[in-house]
T-cell receptor, first 112, second 113 residues
Framework: AQSVTQPDIHITVSEGASLELRCNYSYGATPYLFWYVQSPGQGLQLLLK??????LVQGIKGFEAEFKRSQSSFNLRKPSVHWSDAAEYFCAVGESHYKLSFGAGTTVTVRA | NAGVTQTPKFQVLKTGQSMTLQCAQD?????MSWYRQDPGMGLRLIHYSVGAGITDQGEVPNGYNVSRSTTEDFPLRLLSAAPSQTSVYFC????????????FGSGTRLTVV
């Protein structure tokens, strides 16, 4: 069985500063990788996904993520954070065609 | 708008009661699934379906039933609610090919007292 680890439970960042959220996974084959964002009381919105090809993936809202096979990582980045980026972020790995495994999530707080 | 619709948004049940959480999608996706979200645990798969008439168990299926009579609908039934089933429930559907990706509903917040 595979697992997804988000080492940081909570990150606080100043508005305008850069943000990086870490995600590590264990999976035997080439995974399908996703990042989702969840605002309080809301559902999950897809930020970006990686299936194959270019290891740097661009998503919505100015986010990008880089797949590093050697490190089994898929870290999410944003160069300049806005107050509206305060939310919970989930990394997910497509274990098979039928199951998406999620990390425990990272809560991002943005301070003025 | 196209997407996944869940009802109700909020529900309070007494221990032992039963209820059905509704999920409908209008994207003609074959694959649908139910997850529960608990603090510090991310989302965990309850049941999934790969098409009408076909369902299977996920990671935490106990206490829940599903059926899939149409492509559009995938209801989740709680047979006898327990406080441990207090959670936020999300339904998701998944496209294929160039549309591969999971679309989530807005969730149902269930409290069992």
């Amino acid at each position: 069985a595979q697992s997804v680890t988000q080492p940081d439970i909570h990150i606080t960042v100043s508005e305008g500063a850069s943000l990086e959220l870490r995600c590590n996974y264990s999976y035997g084959a080439t995974p399908y990788l996703f990042w989702y964002v969840q605002s309080p009381g809301q559902g999950l919105q897809l930020l970006l996904k990686y299936f194959s090809g270019d290891t740097l993936v661009q998503g919505i809202k100015g986010f990008e993520a880089e797949f590093k096979r050697s490190q089994s990582s898929f870290n999410l980045r944003k160069p300049s954070v806005h107050w509206s980026d305060a939310a919970e972020y989930f990394c997910a790995v497509g274990e098979s065609h039928y199951k998406l495994s999620f990390g425990a999530g990272t809560t991002v707080t943005v301070r003025a | 708008n196209a997407g996944v619709t869940q009802t109700p948004k909020f529900q309070v049940l007494k221990t032992g009661q039963s209820m059905t959480l509704q999920c409908a999608q209008d994207m003609n996706h074959e694959y649908m699934s139910w997850y529960r979200q608990d603090p510090g645990m991310g989302l965990r798969l309850i049941h999934y379906s790969v098409g009408a008439g076909i369902t299977d168990q996920g990671e935490v299926p106990n206490g829940y039933n599903v059926s899939r009579s149409t492509t559009e609908d995938f209801p989740l039934r709680l047979l006898s609610a327990a406080p441990s089933q207090t959670s936020v429930y999300f339904c998701a559907s998944r496209g294929t090919g160039s549309n591969y990706g999971y679309t989530f509903g807005s969730g149902t917040r269930l409290t069992v007292v």
